[in-house]
């Protein structure tokens, strides 16, 4: 609290389960973002401390196709679909809630199959300043779309406006897609061309251009869906340093030092009798 890390009032809320609920735990679909990254979890309460059942970041992109833009809104959704996926996939739900495959912009919330209810968890933002539009609304779309049943009003997608009160889709599909990135694009390369070579050099070395960027997206839920299980990365064995100090030596190495030393001086002074003896 003093570092201002947690909102109390809400983590309260949050993590408080219904005492009719005997050891049932109270899922959060907790998104955060730092400067090259997204995380997101699903998270549980416990006396001893918070225990993750899931995360996905987006990191991990890359392995999916998308290696350009890892934090933006588009980002954002792909993050929380992953993490979508993958818990359904890890509790053997996947085949039950497949969600929306296709990401039309329009609000979407899982139905319950006969078999099982659906995977239920409370959207956590931290200390974030919810403004309509923000990214972490995009991890929420996302994991909406994948099959997560999530708690939550359209007021706050990208696309809605307070005039009309009204979510428009097709502003908010732009969005998921990476629409507004491409129309950034496409206004930098007639107005600014330099900035665009310094802003947009990551997408101009991958070959990314601004009317491929849709394409680029679908590819990555496709693939995010055909397989979103986490894979190990493969740990490189800890490189041989040169040594630049002198190894300690062991008792036996010490004292064959020793003996070679003692036989040394006595061989010189051997030598030195002889010469003597000589003269």
């Known amino acids: 609290r003093r570092e201002g890390k947690t909102d109390y009032r809400a983590r309260t809320r ?10 049932t735990p109270k899922y959060r679909f907790v998104v955060r973002f730092t ?6 979890q699903i998270v549980s309460a416990s006396i001893t401390g918070d225990i993750v059942l899931a995360a996905a970041y987006a990191h991990e ?14 980002a954002a959704y792909c993050t929380g679909l992953l ?26 919330s899982v139905e319950p199959t006969d078999t099982r209810r659906p995977f239920r968890a409370l959207l956590d933002v931290g200390l974030l300043r919810t403004t309509t539009g923000n990214r972490v609304f995009g991890a929420l779309k996302g994991a909406l779309d994948g099959g ?13 406006s307070k005039e009309s009160k ?5 502003v908010h599909r732009k969005y998921i897609y990476g629409g507004h990135v491409a129309g950034y694009m496409r206004t930098l390369m007639e107005d600014e061309p330099e900035k665009y070579q310094s802003h947009f050099s990551e997408y101009i070395k991958k070959g990314i251009d601004a009317d491929g960027l849709e394409a680029l997206y679908k590819k990555v839920h496709a693939a995010i869906r055909a ?3 986490i894979k190990k990365s493969e740990k490189q064995p800890p490189k041989e340093h040169k040594r630049y100090n002198l190894k300690k030596l062991t008792y036996e190495e010490r004292k064959a030092s020793l003996i070679e030393r003692l036989n ?16």
């Open 83 to 108: 993490l979508a996926r993958r818990v359904l996939k890890m509790l053997e739900m996947d085949q039950d809630y497949e969600g929306n495959v296709e990401a039309s912009g329009e609000d979407f």
């Open 166 to 170: 009204q979510l428009d889709p097709e």
């Open 227 to 229: 397989d979103p299980t």
């Open 264 to 279: 040394a001086l006595n061989s010189a002074a051997g030598a030195d009798d002889d010469e003597e003896d000589d003269e």
């Open 14 to 23: 949050l993590i408080n389960q219904d005492k009719n609920k005997y050891n």
């Open 61 to 74: 992109l890359p392995r999916y196709g998308l290696e350009v833009g890892l934090t933006n809104y588009a």
């Open 148 to 160: 997560l049943d999530i708690p939550h009003s359209d007021k706050r997608f990208a696309g809605f």
């Open 35 to 40: 400067n090259k990254d997204v995380i997101a």
